[in-house]
């Protein structure tokens, strides 16, 4: 199993960026699947969650910021980030199950 991600750089804050994480291993088809991040001392944090029928949810701090969706023929989560601000700064990754995949660095600064 393994979900790659990509797609992080650096962005000033208001800015935007789209996260994909590409997994292998299975089909995402009949799964949940999140992404979550890690910033430097802090513990890791899931931000939004995709079902198998497409609903999301996301936690309080990217509500309304963040949009997650998937591509079920490229077996593909992605992850747009828009308004990005400072405390956005994190390793970003997906993850299932208890497996968090391989992340991409986002950094939002001026």
């Known amino acids: 199993v393994q979900l790659v991600a990509s797609g992080g750089g650096l962005v000033q804050p208001g800015g935007s960026l789209t996260l994909s994480c590409v997994v292998s291993?299975?089909?995402?088809?009949?799964?949940?699947l999140t992404w979550g991040r890690q910033a430097p001392g802090k513990e890791r944090e899931e931000l939004a969650t995709i079902g198998t029928d497409g609903t999301a949810i996301y936690a309080d701090s990217v509500k309304g910021r963040f949009t997650i969706s998937k591509d079920n023929a490229k077996n593909t989560v992605i992850l747009q980030l828009t308004s990005l601000k400072s405390e956005d700064t994190a390793v970003y990754s997906c993850?299932?199950?208890?497996?968090w995949g391989q992340g991409t660095q986002v950094t939002v600064s001026s």
């Open positions: 993850t299932w199950r208890t497996t």
């Open positions: 291993g299975f089909r995402i088809t009949p799964y949940a």
